[in-house]
């Protein structure tokens, strides 16, 4: 008797995705050579001015939710001293606080890239390091606002972070294990599977690395509230502790964001504004968001700014991506997929800097056609016409051409919070055991896509190239027009993809510290 | 070399499916690639897959096909403990419940030393008072204009909590739509309602139609003080903590803007000083680290709809 079936086989997808390496990024935009030596000049350049005294790891200032700094990849990345926490205090919360206070934070702060943020300054510098101090465990303060970081909650800081600088850790240093099995009931003891540790299968060892394993990342969260003023707190922040490079991967909802960059007085703005929004909007709210436009510009200029060109498939850029132009330092990062096409959702506006690897999307409207056909939920005879007229060739491992059509299966993946929160959930509540080995270490990564992680990989290469010596930091213009290469100075050219080779060859013997650079 | 380069050229972290693998390259896959490529064919390793075990579904909202299948598996699961009711009328909304959420209340009495003395600041002298009611008096003239037809059923339909507000900027239609969020944001509410009240008890300030008999509110004045604003605390409260649990989501700053104008609503009505709202947005930013500890476990379920 012929078997019913609901779909005949071969006229829809059977959602058998093949596996891949989680860091063939890596291999994307020329950081490693290849997968099986992992041989990188670039890291080798870095190791050594790192290793020479007197240098200093380049500092990456991560604007963005908290980080899980816990997790083993991160712990030697994240610069835990210097984090700061602006979702629940107004002038900030120091997470995780030094014994001592920190070189970055010691000495007069330096003056604002604007006088128009020397208010905003003032505030958040004066009594900086008392308030360090009062945020020490232990420290008599009943009034204290606490930071809210809880690691369970921080699932893209955590991301964005691997991405750009997470460390390997090699099998000597974390150990993984299974699950205990329980004895089979009626067995004698010792037989059969009994109390032993399951050996997880393969090698151990956190073999994950980000662009940059050898910068500090700075996390500065924020939340996500449309106001200015923590933003700016942010963005001072960063220009206090010396920051090198700062990533916004957020879309910022400023009211500023659907007008020209300021350019002048125009006294009708806050009305028409406050008729948008709907609510009680305030001139020294509108003030504010100049501020911070003006903060970020000028700030950019020294200090690059990598930002999202955001996940909407349309023709603007997210704000305040939406502000780069060739005279600042603003890196407007757009996405695109394994195959080396803009992903299906990335902003593809000419003013997009660079794409970088990320994963991809579906689309099937009438600009792009663009479907998982590996997905269980594909079927071959819907809108097959339309679908199959623009699919052309698809690639395979070892051959084949993409075309528009070609969809790309590999997402990028990064580091994730361990356990139930995170991207990737754990079935397991405790992952640690009593002698600090870790259960389920599959929790502690997940995919990750979108122009987020390609505006962290474009971070941790920019990060990079100051740690290899390759670029000279404190010039956020020359940053950008670098990572375009030297083919781009063309605006209305093709837009460069992110790659290691574009850069300048750092020079044969690299000086050994930041400061020797800076003369 | 590098120090990594050995680390990583051991081992090799494979995604695979929905989960991962660290595998020797030289033993789990019988053969090692051909140098330089970036891409392998495991067989293997194939395994049903798409977009789970990360962060497409949310950060690319054209990859979120396991989202329906993710709320199925947290509904079944978590039915019996937070135990939604829903009686919602037409609209969609308003008739959602939860049981008391007990074990909440009590993780947030035991943390009390973390929020029953945060810096909310005093609240304005009777002549700052007397000198914002103004506004409210000019307001409140205001708000019978047609013009703010819209706004006046806006405040009779928030006089009671009710989640359309907080909802919908998030693309929710409904009560039941994403139950453990909207069991999320009753529970945020029942806890900002008692935190609200001890600090409106501190301070005891009077209602603006107190201080300015001028003033004719549009509803009934409630019975408790006036600073802070428990309608701005609790719809800022609801914002940070959708804030904490789904950053990514590309509603959130229309969640606030919705708050805000919940919270001046209030104003409007002639019950609330902008002083009491801007002190209810402050307040619930400062409660937010209690918040992510006392509820945890619902802010993950919550989440995990949107995975």
Known sequence: MAELQLTPSGTRGEGRYPAFHALWHLCTIGVVQDVTTFASSAWDLAERRLDRPGSRPTLVAMIDTSVAGGHPNLKDAVAQDLALDLFSAELGAFPTPAATLPPELSGPPPTPATAKALPFADRLFAGLAARYAADRPGAPDPSRVFPATRASFSAHGTAMAGLIGARPLGADAVQVVGPVLLPVPGTPPGTGPGAVPVTPQGASGFAYAGVDPYCRIVPISTNFEPEAEQLIFALLYAWRIGADLIVLAREVSSPLATVAPVTGEDPDLATRLMARLGVGFRPDELDAWTVFEALLLEISRKIPVVCAAGNSAEDHLAYPASLARPDNGIIAVGAHSSTGQPAAFTCGHKDVSVYAPSGDGERLDLAMTRVDTDSAGYQSTDQSVDYLAGLGAVPLPGGGAATAATYSSLDIVSTDVPGRAGYNSSVFTGLATSTGAILDYRSYYCRFSGTSAATAITAGLLSLAYSSGALKPGDGPAAKKALRGAGATNPAAATPKLDWSRLPRPPAHPPTSRQEVDA | ?307
Request: hydrophobic fraction near 45%.
């Open chain 2, 1 to 307: 070399m590098s120090r990594y380069q050995s680390i990583l050229s051991k081992t090799w972290l494979l995604a695979v499916g929905e989960s991962f693998e660290l595998v020797d390259p030289g033993t789990a896959l019988g053969a090692v690639p051909v140098a330089g490529t970036p891409a392998f064919a495991v067989p293997a390793f194939a395994a049903i897959s798409g977009g789970g075990g990360g962060a497409a579904s949310v950060l690319n909202r054209n990859r979120n096909r396991n989202r329906n299948r993710n709320r199925n598996r947290n509904r079944n699961r978590n039915r019996n403990r937070t135990a939604l009711r829903d009686t919602q009328d037409a609209s969609g909304f308003g008739g959602a419940e939860i049981l008391l959420p007990w074990r909440e209340i009590a993780a947030l009495h035991a943390l009390s030393n973390a929020w029953h003395d945060l810096p909310l600041g005093l609240p304005p002298a009777p002549t700052e008072l007397m000198a914002q009611s103004l506004g409210l008096v000019e307001k409140r003239a205001r708000l019978d204009t047609p013009a703010e037809t819209a706004r006046r059923a806006e405040i009779l339909r928030e006089l009671d909590l009710e989640l359309s507000g907080y909802l919908l900027p998030l693309g929710v239609e409904s009560d039941s739509a994403m139950p453990e969020t909207t069991a999320l944001m009753l529970m945020v509410a029942w806890l900002a309602e008692m935190v609200g009240l001890r600090y409106k008890e501190r301070f005891d300030a009077p209602r603006p139609s107190e201080v300015n008999p001028q003033l004719k509110p549009f509803v009934t004045v409630p019975a408790h003080a006036s600073y802070p604003s428990n309608h701005s605390f609790l719809s800022y409260s609801i914002a940070f903590v959708m804030a904490r649990v789904l950053p990514e989501h590309p509603g959130i700053s229309g969640l606030f803007h919705s708050c805000r104008r919940i919270a001046e609503n209030r104003e409007w009505a002639g019950v609330h000083y902008p002083a009491d709202t801007a002190a209810g947005r402050r307040l619930a930013r400062m409660m937010v680290p209690v918040y992510e500890i006392v509820l945890e476990e619902q802010m993950l379920r919550a989440r995990a709809e949107w995975m």
